[in-house]
């Protein structure tokens, strides 16, 4: 089992400034098969890239993915409000894995 | 716009059974495979099996393995989860996602219903 590490556990950051978020893979992540998921409380999550950096359908370009291999990185360019969530990597090159999450706070 | 809502959520006692059920609509249920992933209160999101298009290639998570069954009904658009031998463990908001292709390998989870909640206790 690919195990994902999230880095950091909590990101506390104002509105408009960038957010960084890691998720390292125990194992390599096959044809960079790895997606990135928002969660909001009480909601269910939405999917934000797949393929380590292609963007889902009506997610707005403030959210880019990279990465390979190991590592992967999810970056916010902007934050806006509505961005304070819990954010989930997921890989799917093997028997499907997530990451514990990385919380983004308002500062 | 599709959508996916599931059903058959409760308070269970261990060792017990429960039928978890998602009714697809708003895309051609049968052009793809589909999962179900948990979500323990609090915690963080578990894969617990997918089902590819036509029911011939099913897998599940080791946790679930020999406990869970995964079936799909195309004729009805549904989704369906047996879960037996049910532990404290199971606790859980259960959700149904589609994946994007056929076949459930190498998938991503998009959209995710509202999920049901599943209480395993005494």
């Known amino acids: 089992e690919i195990v994902l590490t999230q880095s950091p556990g909590t990101l506390s950051l104002s509105p408009g400034e960038r957010a960084t978020l890691s998720c390292r893979a125990s194992?390599?992540?096959?044809?960079?098969?790895l997606a990135w998921y928002q969660q909001k409380p009480g909601q269910a999550p939405r999917l934000l890239i797949y393929g380590a950096s292609s963007r889902a359908t009506g997610i707005p370009d403030r959210f880019s993915g990279s990465g390979s291999g190991t590592d992967f990185t999810l970056t916010i360019s902007r934050l806006e409000p509505e961005d304070f969530a819990v954010y989930y990597c997921q890989q799917y090159g093997s028997s499907p894995t997530f990451g514990q999450g990385t919380k983004v706070e308002i500062k | 716009e599709v959508q996916l809502v599931e059903s058959g959520g409760g308070l269970v006692q261990p060792g017990r059974s429960l039928r978890l059920s998602c009714a697809a609509s708003g895309f051609t249920f049968d052009d793809y495979a589909m999962h179900w992933v948990r979500q323990a209160p609090g915690k963080g999101l578990e894969w617990v099996s997918g089902?590819?298009?036509?029911?011939?290639?099913?897998g599940y998570a080791d946790s679930v393995k020999g406990r869970f069954t995964i079936s799909r009904d195309n004729a009805k658009n549904s989704l369906y989860l047996q879960m037996n031998s049910l532990r404290a463990e199971d606790t859980a908001l259960y959700y149904c996602?589609?994946?994007?292709?056929?076949?459930?390998?190498?998938?991503?989870?998009?959209?995710w219903g509202q999920g049901t909640l599943v209480t395993v206790s005494s």
């Open positions: 996602a589609k994946g994007p292709s056929s076949s459930w390998y190498a998938n991503w989870f998009d959209p």
């Open positions: 194992q390599s992540v096959s044809s960079s098969y």
């Open positions: 089902i590819s298009w036509n029911s011939g290639s099913i």
